[in-house]
């Protein structure tokens, strides 16, 4: 993989910047051509961005690896995280199942839902049809005027 360096269109004498694209993680930046021969010389021909750069020395000082064996270890772990992070992008059928998802959510929310009911309950016809109260128990019952 090689950094993909742009010339500047301007070509001014002040302006002497090209644009040169991280070979880690893809970053585009403005640098010098000494800058860039400086980087490149450092990283085995290959020019990254500083932040890369931070990652392959802390994988140097962590792991007591060579200076080739961090770099590829940053490239795959970019590559990793660059192809797991890039979503495909949504399809018609995708846009088809989101609409009808909220066309039945909506429903769902207008109608009211059908109270469901034990299965011997007069509602269903499985009880006798007369309805049986609850006696309420001594123990239920609080006392509040004893908690002063």
């Excluded at 500083?50 to 990652?55: N, P």
Aim: charged share 25%.
């Amino acid at each position: 993989m090689s950094a993909t360096v742009l010339s500047d269109p301007s070509g001014s004498a002040e302006a002497a910047n090209e644009t040169v694209r991280c070979e880690c993680c893809g970053f585009a930046e403005e640098c010098t051509q000494g800058y860039i021969d400086r980087v490149r010389e450092k990283y085995l021909g290959r020019w990254i961005c500083g932040l890369c750069a931070e990652a392959v020395k802390d994988e140097i000082l962590r792991s007591s690896v060579s200076m080739e064996e961090a770099m590829d270890r940053h490239v795959a772990f970019c590559g990793k995280f660059r192809s797991a992070a890039a979503a495909p992008p949504p399809t018609a059928e995708d846009f088809m199942a989101a609409v009808r998802q909220l066309l039945l959510r909506r429903r769902g929310l207008d109608s009211p839902r059908e109270m469901r009911s034990m299965p011997n309950s007069p509602r269903n016809g499985g009880g006798s049809g007369r309805r049986v109260a609850l006696a309420r128990s001594g123990s239920c019952t609080s006392d509040f005027g004893s908690l002063k």
